[in-house]
T-cell receptor
Framework: TQLLEQSPQFLSIQEGENLTVYCNSSSVFSSLQWYRQEPGEGPVLLVTVVTGGEVKKLKRLTFQFGDARKDSSLHITAAQPGDTGLYLCAGEKGTYKYIFGTGTRLKVLA | ETGVTQSPTHLIKTRGQQVTLRCSSQSGHNTVSWYQQALGQGPQFIFQYYREEENGRGNFPPRFSGLQFPNYSSELNVNALELDDSALYLC????????????FGEGSRLTVL
């Protein structure tokens, strides 16, 4: 049973556009992580957010953790083809035990 | 520093057979977790091993079992394979002194016919 729902499930945009991916749950998490996974590879960590309301920026990517620590968003500014991949949120339910979201598959067209 | 390595990368089995997947954790990492990722979905937590003991399990039947060895490498065993077991099996290692990051291998893609 997936406790973390991501939306949208699929997203195809042109290079230079902005986008937001959402990760929602009815559960509270002690921390939440975002990963990116490319075909044939395992997920790679992008960021960890811990505090409710926390905002972190990683170049063109902005991550926000909801005040109640149940939801999160990832915003990409001026998307590039290199941003293409499967984006996964993961909520921590115990030491190193993570519940992964359903995933958002992003394709950025040149 | 050697990353997480998994073997085999691809394998094909038939229903009812048994499979063993292997994982070498990143140097210095004492915790290994296994995830199942069905096509088009996010990874699902199978179980975690810490210092050779199972340390948490997801919603998977007992025919999914594992081991962790003194060098922290790990095995995932699946008995009585079913068609729905077809998936990418990911191993992730982590260490107590890091910030909770999971370091994933490239996975073993299992196809059950």
């Amino acid at each position: 049973t997936q406790l973390l729902e991501q939306s949208p499930q699929f997203l195809s945009i042109q290079e230079g556009e902005n986008l937001t991916v959402y990760c929602n749950s009815s559960s509270v998490f002690s921390s939440l992580q975002w990963y990116r996974q490319e075909p044939g590879e395992g997920p790679v960590l992008l960021v960890t957010v811990v505090t409710g309301g926390e905002v972190k920026k990683l170049k063109r990517l902005t991550f926000q953790f909801g005040d109640a620590r149940k939801d999160s968003s990832l915003h990409i500014t001026a998307a590039q083809p290199g941003d293409t991949g499967l984006y996964l949120c993961a909520g921590e339910k115990g030491t190193y035990k993570y519940i992964f979201g359903t995933g958002t598959r992003l394709k950025v067209l040149a | 520093e050697t990353g997480v390595t998994q073997s085999p990368t691809h394998l094909i089995k038939t229903r009812g057979q048994q499979v063993t997947l292997r994982c070498s954790s990143q140097s210095g990492h004492n915790t290994v977790s296994w995830y199942q990722q069905a096509l088009g979905q996010g990874p699902q937590f199978i179980f975690q091993y810490y210092r050779e003991e199972e340390n948490g399990r997801g919603n998977f039947p007992p025919r999914f079992s594992g081991l962790q060895f003194p060098n922290y490498s790990s095995e995932l065993n699946v008995n009585a394979l079913e068609l729905d077991d077809s998936a990418l099996y990911l191993c992730a290692s982590s260490a107590a002194q890091n910030t909770g990051e999971l370091f994933f291998g490239e996975g073993s893609r299992l196809t059950v016919l």
